[in-house]
């Protein structure tokens, strides 16, 4: 009885704090926790939202490893993207944290702009992106391209092209926010280490690779579980710099097809929402894999 009557005094005299957390869990449970459990009960129904629910089992999961293979093409592409972007992504970042983190003018002024991208839409620049690639001739691009004597590409009609295009894309919309948590990181370093290096007579290359890197491993590890978790949820750079090509999710020949444009296909253009609620939940386990070994593996290897 007295346990009882403590939990109810504490229930009681936390109400405030219950109080306020109220709004975000409902919200949180409305907009994420129901619908992901309703999407994992139809990940093994088909449905097509006009019909009711018809309970299939894994039949949705069999067809998509075995009978699917635009799947695997997605899947193949969203690997090279991920492979393209992340490293290429984390390495400029660093070189601009460390640039900025030195002792320049303007070093503000720097910081807004390479910040600005993370505070624009990525329908925004997306657009914009798409019109420096337009055409053969027509884009800004291939203006310059033609000025300096090259042959024009057709960034988003050429297969070859249209997945670089799009990484170009989400590396520079991805810089700022990498260099702000690369710059933080890199401000946590206690000068000291640097000072007896300068007493040391180590030049600008040993202090980086033997006292920056090191000491920024733990921020570097975050940045790369972050930077692949966006990488494989990428849409909508593709889906805008593939709007018009008369191509499909994926651009010409499938060229530029992600795991997530060809769940929104599957979704809301054939309206298969069983089979693209088993894809969202494959994209699930991969980036649970993906981060689990990230934390695991190399955090365990560079752990101080």
């Known amino acids: 009885m007295d346990s009882k009557k403590s939990f109810w005094q504490r229930l009681f005299e936390q109400r405030y704090a219950y109080l306020f957390i109220a709004p975000v869990v409902i919200l949180f449970s409305i907009f994420v926790l129901i619908p992901a459990v309703a999407s994992f009960f139809l990940s093994f129904t088909k449905y097509n939202v006009i019909s009711a629910p018809q309970w299939v089992g894994l039949e949705n999961y069999r067809q998509i490893f075995f009978h699917d293979p635009r799947f695997w093409k997605a899947l193949r592409n969203t690997g090279i993207y991920v492979l393209g972007v992340v490293p290429v992504g984390i390495s400029l970042s660093l070189l601009i944290a460390v640039a900025i983190n030195q002792k320049i003018r303007f070093k503000n002024f720097y910081k807004?702009?390479?910040?600005?991208?993370?505070?624009?839409?990525?329908?925004?620049?997306?657009?914009?992106?798409?019109?420096?690639?337009?055409?053969?001739?027509?884009?800004?691009?291939?203006?310059w391209l033609i000025k300096l004597g090259a042959s024009p590409v057709d960034w988003l009609m050429n297969p070859h092209w249209i997945l670089p295009a799009i990484m170009i894309v989400s590396i520079w919309g991805g810089l700022g926010y990498n260099m702000f948590l690369l710059l933080a990181g890199l401000q946590t370093i206690p000068s000291t280490f640097y000072e007896a290096a300068d007493i040391d007579g180590a030049g600008g290359w040993h202090k980086f690779w033997n006292i920056t890197l090191p000491l920024l491993r733990p921020t570097l590890i975050f940045v790369a579980i972050m930077s692949v978790i966006n990488s494989f949820q990428v849409f909508e750079q593709v889906y805008i710099l593939t709007a018009g090509t008369g191509e499909g999710a994926g651009g010409v020949l499938d060229s530029a097809l992600t795991i997530v444009s060809y769940l929104y296909e599957k979704g809301f253009q054939r309206f298969e929402f069983g089979a693209a609620s088993a894809i969202a939940y494959i994209l699930f386990a991969i980036i649970f894999l993906v981060t689990w070994f990230n934390l695991k593996v190399v955090r365990s290897r560079f752990e101080y």
């Open 112 to 143: 807004m702009i390479f910040f600005m991208p993370v505070v624009t839409s990525v329908v925004a620049y997306s657009v914009i992106w798409r019109w420096l690639f337009a055409g053969e001739k027509y884009g800004l691009i291939n203006h």
